[in-house]
C-alpha cells in the first residue's frame, strides 16, 4: 500500500519513482476513470517486471482520521488530510517479476 507523498503516513509505505509518477500523472488525473487500475511492464531494481496500481479512494469510514478539518490531530496522533469522501487516498501496488 502507497499513497501520494503528501498523504503518506508510514514511512515504509513511500511510494517509489515509478509508483510516484504514476500515481500522479494518471491515477491522480482529472480524466482518469474513477477505480481504472493502471498497468505497465517496466523495470524495477533492474528486473523486468509486471506493475500494477489499484486506486484505493476515501469512503465514509476514513474520513474520521484522513477528513477535515485539515490539520486537526486524529486519534492516531497524526494531523487531519482534509480529504473528501471520493478522493484518492492511496494505491495498492503490485510487482510480479520474470523468472
Known sequence: MTAP?????NRRAR????????IREKLMAEDWP?????????TNSGRTAFRVL???????GCLSCHGGPKGEIDVTGY????????????????????R
Open 15 to 22: 511510494p517509489d519513482s515509478w509508483e510516484r509518477s504514476n
Open 54 to 60: 489499484v486506486p484505493e479512494y476515501y469512503g465514509k
Open 34 to 42: 474513477v477505480g481504472r487500475i493502471y498497468t505497465e511492464a517496466a
Open 79 to 98: 494531523p487531519k488530510e482534509g480529504g473528501e469522501e471520493g478522493w484518492l487516498g492511496g494505491a495498492i501496488s503490485i510487482t510480479l517479476f520474470r
Open 5 to 9: 507523498m503528501s498523504l503518506v503516513r
